[in-house]
């Protein structure tokens, strides 16, 4: 009898498993199993995913962390805030940062048997900055590390100047406006983009333009040059004409000489507080901040120039360094022939770092009108304003600027003889520690 129950729960359990009940329940087993397995699958890519991007996040930052620590170091040795003995046993080194995220840097001297030393290299000439820029995660781990190897050589950043010779030269616009017109005699004018005429005026030179237009070669380069009249445009576009350097203005020295000459103004020159009427003056003048001349006050330089800087020149925002001559007013640079000895000699006569506005009644200026021209620390040269001319001022020299605009009755006559005396190519620079080579290691 137990035999035969025992045949028939056999039998049963057969039953259930080839029933659909038993199918569907192996079905999800079966699928379960399936899902668990993908879903830990994508739990542990998931996991290994972050981890990446973390290690990758970590790595970027501990990169520029290592950069940071090359720049803080170069920008200490250029302000002497290091140290370097003329000893080629010297090293220093340095920490900056948090406790988790952090730049070392090593500096050494490069040895005396490198290639690159030259022999009239001082020891101190030529550095070695190893900076290491380390990033830490949980507890001690570290999750970024990166580091860079940069040799760097005591010089003079040289820049080359260029020469005078245009009568008008700007980085931007050339605008002839207003009736009577303007005159430019004895010479040529060029700019780096483009020259408009929206009056009549009179000029017997060569217009150059390095300017492209925006939808070239659509529109011909000659679009930006309106007094190109040739059927190809042969006085236009950068590939006939190349962008000219702009002249650096040598703001410093022309500092220096105002110091000197007891002509030196850092706050500004404003005839509302300096007194109105005529003013008069031998050398150069240097001015921080803005000049700014009204009606029926006059200005007369003899040998000498009148050069506005900014107040923070290296600041993008500052809007100081600006000369403004208002109607009716009366501007006068004149030079003796010869220059008298220990006078400064030119071409400048006028510069500013903003704008110069010769809105006078009449002026008369023997030199070179100049904004911009001026340098910042990286060696990069900063844009100008603009020279505004109007009311019978009269330029016998040169004018260069970002942007110039000639109105009713000025005249600029370029003067070949004079510019003749400053054809000469120098060089001027800052004595600096630079960058000679670059790698990670």
């Not at 920490?95 to 730049?103: F, I, L, M, Q, S």
């Not at 022999?119 to 580091?147: A, C, Q, Y």
């Amino acid at each position: 009898m137990q035999g035969y129950f025992k045949f028939l729960h056999i039998n049963e359990n057969k039953k259930i498993w080839k029933s659909q009940k038993g199918m569907a329940l192996l079905s999800v087993l079966i699928f379960a199993f399936v899902l668990v397995s993908i879903v830990i699958a994508m739990l542990v890519m998931a996991q290994n995913d972050t981890k990446l991007s973390t290690l990758q996040r970590d790595s970027t930052k501990a990169f520029y962390l290592a950069e940071s620590g090359i720049e803080e170091t170069l920008w200490k040795l250029n302000n002497d805030e290091i140290t370097i003995l003329n000893d080629y046993s010297f090293t220093d080194s340095y920490n900056y940062g948090t406790e988790t995220e952090y730049y070392n840097v090593e500096l050494n001297i490069v040895p005396e048997a490198d290639p690159r030393r030259g022999e009239n290299d001082e020891i101190k000439d030529w550095v070695l900055i190893e900076s290491t820029g380390v990033v830490k995660g949980n507890g001690e781990d570290v999750t970024g590390k990166r580091t860079i190897e940069v040799v760097a050589h005591f010089t003079i950043t040289q820049r080359t100047s260029v020469l005078y010779e245009k009568a008008i030269l700007t980085n931007h616009m050339i605008t002839f406006q207003g009736k009577p017109g303007a005159t430019i005699t004895g010479g040529d004018i060029h700019s780096n983009y483009g020259i408009d005429v929206k009056g009549p005026f009179t000029f017997y030179g060569i217009a150059t333009t390095s300017g492209v237009p925006d939808d070239y070669p659509n529109t011909p380069y000659s679009a930006l040059n309106k007094l190109d009249g040739t059927d190809n445009g042969d006085f236009s576009g950068p590939l006939n004409w190349p962008a000219m350097d702009i002249p650096p203005v040598p703001y410093d020295e022309l500092k220096q000489m105002a110091i000197a000459n007891n002509t030196y103004y850092p706050n500004g020159f404003d005839t509302n507080i300096e007194g109105r009427g005529h003013h008069d003056f031998t050398g150069v003048v240097y001015v921080e901040g803005d000049v700014i001349f009204r009606n029926d006050d006059s200005l007369t330089i003899t040998d000498g120039a009148l050069i506005v800087a900014k107040n923070n020149p290296d600041d993008p925002n500052d809007t100081s360094g600006t000369m403004e001559f208002k109607n009716g007013s009366n501007l006068t640079i004149l030079r003796n022939d010869p220059v008298p000895e220990g006078a400064y000699p030119g071409p400048i006569a006028l510069a500013a770092q903003g704008d110069i506005l010769l809105h006078a009644s009449s002026s008369s200026i023997n030199g070179v009108v100049q904004s911009g021209g001026y340098y910042n620390e990286e060696g990069e040269l900063l844009p100008g304003g603009m020279v505004d001319f109007r009311n019978d001022s009269v330029v016998t020299g040169a004018v260069v600027a970002e942007e110039v605009w000639m109105h009713n009755n000025t005249t600029i006559n370029y003067d070949g003889d004079f510019m003749e005396d400053f054809q000469t190519v120098t060089t001027i620079g800052n004595e600096r520690y630079v960058k000679v080579s670059w790698r990670e290691i």
